[in-house]
């Protein structure tokens, strides 16, 4: 077994995409669907498992990473709670680690750019400062996700509420301490939350290729 097997990966994509005014996670994405970019890469990462949050299981974008039939481990927990905010999606998928899985990666659905280097950077910095509460990825000096959470820090993400998440414990007034791995490419971090990120998002991979 090797010294990355404790650390599971928990998908966050039980959002109501309320800015976007449809779901956008099934738009059209690169060859594939928005909610299937980052979960394919976290697929091929180093990550020992992935636990899917959703809102429910009767999405497209999730029928084609199960129908590719991935080989990494993975599990989907239906969030009832997910219209309370991000937090209880959280919650949720701390609920579904296993005994053994010691740390914990926070991913964000409508991230598409993270890169399988990303994730596996994250994971060797968890491996060689285990006594951090956590392991966050940041640029141009400001925290982001994907974070890994150390198992010390499972009793206060179970506390979270609303929609921050667990933005807040990583921030710089957090009590917390943490080691932060710095990316200079600020495009890695793309989130898409309304139809202007889309697009924006869209024209970048056209700038890409």
């Known amino acids: 077994m090797s010294g990355n097997d404790n650390v599971a990966g928990i998908y966050l994509a039980a959002g109501l995409s309320r800015r976007m005014g449809e779901s956008k996670l099934n738009l059209p994405f690169e060859d594939t669907l928005l909610g299937s970019c980052a979960l394919r890469t976290a697929m091929r990462s180093q990550l020992s498992r992935i636990i899917i949050v959703v809102k429910t299981m009767d999405e497209p974008w999730l029928r084609f990473i199960i129908e590719s039939n ?3 481990e993975y599990d989907v927990a239906v969030c009832e709670a997910s ?6 999606s959280v919650k949720c998928g701390l609920n579904h680690l296993r005994k053994g899985e010691s740390a914990a990666m926070i991913l964000l659905a409508d991230q598409p750019f993270i890169t399988e280097s990303m994730i596996n950077t994250l994971i060797r910095h968890h491996q060689n400062w285990r006594t951090a509460d956590f392991v966050a990825a940041r640029s141009g000096q400001i925290p982001r996700p994907p974070v890994i959470f150390n198992e010390s820090m499972f009793p206060v993400l179970q506390k979270l509420q609303g929609d921050s998440g667990a933005r807040k414990l990583i921030q710089a007034e957090s009590p917390y ?3 932060f791995v710095e990316f200079h490419d600020p495009s890695l971090f793309i989130d898409i939350d309304t139809k202007n990120d889309y697009e924006l998002a869209v024209k970048h991979i056209k700038e890409k290729s």
């Open 70 to 72: 991935p080989d990494k």
């Open 83 to 88: 219209d309370r905010g991000q937090a209880e």
């Open 177 to 179: 301490h943490g080691v």
